[in-house]
């Protein structure tokens, strides 16, 4: 079973950083693709990165790219998204979310478990 906890989120100045933290308690991680997804107030869920289960490939949304960087070490369970040269229109709550296929990773009807989210902040 997977169970996806995300922390690290919070409030920063435009400009500033942060990174996000995606821990699995379950002892199947490394066979999830994973992926970072947004939801701004009044919005859908959006699609952010992405990274495969061995960490040899990644997607980004054009928002994003050169920005984020998404990265994974299986050994901790964890998935990670550094948020660098943040802006105000990435405020949102972000999730992590976990999939066992192998293709469409920008898609949210892919993925098959969630987590809580945590909320980032930024202002301008």
């Known amino acids: 079973q997977v169970q996806l906890v995300e922390s690290g989120g919070g409030l920063v100045q435009a400009g500033g950083s942060l990174r996000l933290s995606c821990t699995d308690s379950?002892?199947?991680?490394?066979?999830?693709?994973m992926g970072w997804f947004r939801q701004a107030p009044g919005k859908e869920r959006d699609f952010v990165a992405a990274?495969?289960?061995?960490?040899?490939?990644?997607y980004y949304a054009d928002s994003v790219k050169g920005r984020f960087t998404i990265s994974r070490i299986n050994a901790k369970n964890t998935v990670y998204l550094l948020m660098n040269s943040l802006k105000p229109e990435d405020t949102a709550v972000y999730y992590c979310?976990?999939?066992?296929?192998?293709?469409?990773?920008?898609?949210?009807?892919?993925?098959?478990?969630w987590g809580q989210g945590t909320q980032v902040t930024v202002s301008s």
């Open positions: 990274i495969t289960w061995s960490g040899g490939s990644t």
């Open positions: 379950g002892r199947t991680f490394s066979r999830y693709a």
């Open positions: 979310a976990a999939t066992q296929r192998s293709t469409l990773y920008k898609v949210i009807s892919q993925y098959d478990y």
